[in-house]
């Protein structure tokens, strides 16, 4: 079962811009995690935030986790061309992994 | 340089016709997994092991098998493929929860 739902489904931004994209899930996890897929390619790790965390970092990424919500968010900030792609989250419970559906961003230069 | 292989990358075949795709990894990780991708469902987990000779039913496991006989090689066999598996096929592997997936095989089920 689809366990993550992203929203927006499609985001357009400028070059230089933040995008935030958003992510809800139905039951308990033991992490999210966020991956990157360009175009037809194997998708790429992007962040791991565990279920007893509420914020992390990495570089221009920032993730949040509400559990309470069953929401978490993820910020990619000052936005550059090579950020087009389209990002997914990922919900791991005891090693099943569900995937939504996905977020379509496009950085325009 | 650690990754994850997937063999073929593109197939076409025509129903009943049973076909393997190979999967393998380099970073001896325990766990690996085998997705598939169609639009407007993101990816959906098929199987997955934990180890060696540990399989376990993901999301949709109807029409496919897989075998973990060694650490680095989980195939994904499709006994009887049909039209409807058609989609874009992932491997994984995993040591503490980070994927890291291969680069997808495309399959046409005609």
Known sequence: SQQGEEDPQALSIQEGENATMNCSYKTSINNLQWYRQNSGRGLVHLILIRSNEREKHSGRLRVTLDTSKKSSSLLITASRAADTASYFCATDDDYKLSFGAGTTVTVRA | ?110
């Open chain 2, 1 to 110: 340089e650690a990754q994850v292989t997937q063999n073929p990358r593109y197939l076409i075949t025509v129903t009943g016709k049973k076909l393997t795709v190979t999967c393998s990894q380099n970073m001896n990780h325990e766990y690996m997994s085998w997705y598939r991708q169609d639009p407007g469902l993101g990816l959906r987990q098929i199987y997955y092991s934990m180890n060696v000779e540990v399989t376990d039913k993901g999301d949709v496991p109807e029409g496919y098998k897989v075998s973990r006989k060694e650490k680095r090689n989980f195939p994904l066999i499709l006994e009887s493929p049909s039209p409807n598996q058609t989609s874009l096929y992932f491997c994984a592997s995993s040591l503490n929860g980070e994927q890291y997936f291969g680069p997808g095989t495309r399959l046409t089920v005609t």
